[in-house]
């Protein structure tokens, strides 16, 4: 794999690629990851991570913060957590929240079985066992510290929105990176191609060279890493968001060792 194969190109994006918001600790990430995987995490992935988690909120909320300051405001309200994602399919992620949020309860619409009878979203359980839902409170000092250095706050309830999306992001990253590691490698990607009537499709290629470049993994099988992390971005986002997260995720771990 070539050296630095994602080395950052200018973009005029405003967004978390280039910051150095200590948002969400290694020691959180490590966590999260202990909750999916028995594998070793090197501090390398955990910074990795979370500088892609840090990458995605930061977008979220820049996308939320537009659509507040339509109506002069800069609290951030749910339904601006809305807006931005329906302006910004990259933005979508963490799709498993979605069903616990109060906010998008409603919105996603019912699902129905084989047999056309709508399937209801389990009820709560009792259980002690971890999952990114129950461990969402997990976020809320990242989020904070997010929120300020875009200079804005938000209501409780786009604080817990927010909560939610990045442990589940971060859950689901955790369980790719696992999955890389399984498998060697990643053999599928994250892509989306927009069609417009009359006008040719773009035939150059889907995913770039250097992501390609992460489809086939090196090191132990008993150690998540840097690359691992990388590849599991790969499938979990696409567009310009994954291209800066993993230029900011590269920025992080440069100068980090692995262990």
């Given at each position: 794999?070539?050296?630095?194969?994602?080395?950052?190109?200018?973009?005029?994006?405003?967004?978390?690629?280039?910051?150095?918001?200590?948002?969400?600790?290694?020691?959180?990430?490590?966590?999260?990851?202990?909750?999916?995987?028995?594998?070793?995490?090197?501090?390398?992935?955990?910074?990795?991570?979370?500088?892609?988690?840090?990458?995605?909120?930061?977008?979220?909320?820049?996308?939320?913060?537009?659509?507040?300051?339509?109506?002069?405001?800069?609290?951030?309200?749910?339904?601006?957590?809305?807006?931005?994602?329906?302006?910004?399919?990259?933005?979508?992620?963490?799709?498993?929240?979605?069903?616990?949020?109060?906010?998008?309860?409603?919105?996603?619409?019912?699902?129905?079985?084989?047999?056309?009878?709508?399937?209801?979203?389990?009820?709560?359980?009792?259980?002690?066992?971890?999952?990114?839902?129950?461990?969402a409170h997990r976020f809320e000092?990242?989020?904070?510290?997010?929120?300020?250095?875009?200079?804005?706050?938000?209501?409780?309830?786009?604080?817990?929105?927010?909560?939610?999306?990045?442990?589940?992001?971060?859950?689901?990253?955790?369980?790719?990176?696992?999955?890389?590691?399984?498998?060697?490698?990643?053999?599928?990607?994250?892509?989306?191609?927009?069609?417009?009537?009359?006008?040719?499709?773009?035939?150059?290629?889907?995913?770039?060279?250097?992501?390609?470049a992460l489809s086939t993994r090196?090191?132990?099988?008993?150690?998540?890493?840097?690359?691992?992390?990388?590849?599991?971005?790969?499938?979990?986002?696409?567009?310009?968001?994954?291209?800066?997260?993993?230029?900011?995720?590269?920025?992080?771990?440069?100068?980090?060792?692995?262990?």
């Open positions: 794999m070539p050296a630095h194969p994602l080395r950052p190109a200018h973009t005029g994006s405003t967004s978390a690629a280039g910051l150095d918001v200590p948002s969400f600790k290694p020691s959180l990430v490590k966590a999260v990851f202990r909750d999916v995987t028995p594998l070793h995490v090197s501090r390398s992935a955990a910074r990795a991570a979370a500088s892609v988690t840090r990458t995605v909120l930061t977008d979220i909320i820049d996308g939320a913060r537009r659509a507040a300051e339509e109506e002069a405001r800069k609290k951030l309200l749910p339904r601006d957590l809305v807006t931005a994602i329906d302006r910004d399919v990259e933005l979508e992620v963490g799709g498993g929240w979605y069903d616990h949020s109060p906010t998008f309860k409603g919105l996603t619409g019912n699902v129905y079985g084989a047999e056309g009878v709508a399937v209801h979203a389990p009820k709560r359980s009792r259980s002690r066992k971890p999952s990114a839902v129950v461990g000092g990242g989020v904070r510290k997010l929120l300020r250095n875009r200079g804005v706050t938000a209501v409780p309830a786009m604080v817990r929105e927010l909560d939610g999306l990045a442990s589940v992001f971060l859950t689901d990253l955790a369980r790719d990176a696992a999955m890389v590691v399984r498998e060697g490698g990643i053999k599928r990607f994250g892509t989306v191609t927009l069609m417009m009537p009359g006008v040719p499709a773009d035939t150059r290629p889907s995913v770039p060279e250097s992501v390609l090196t090191g132990d099988g008993r150690t998540i890493g840097r690359d691992d992390v990388l590849a599991a971005t790969t499938i979990q986002l696409f567009g310009e968001v994954r291209q800066r997260a993993l230029v900011a995720a590269h920025g992080a771990t440069e100068t980090g060792s692995e262990g």
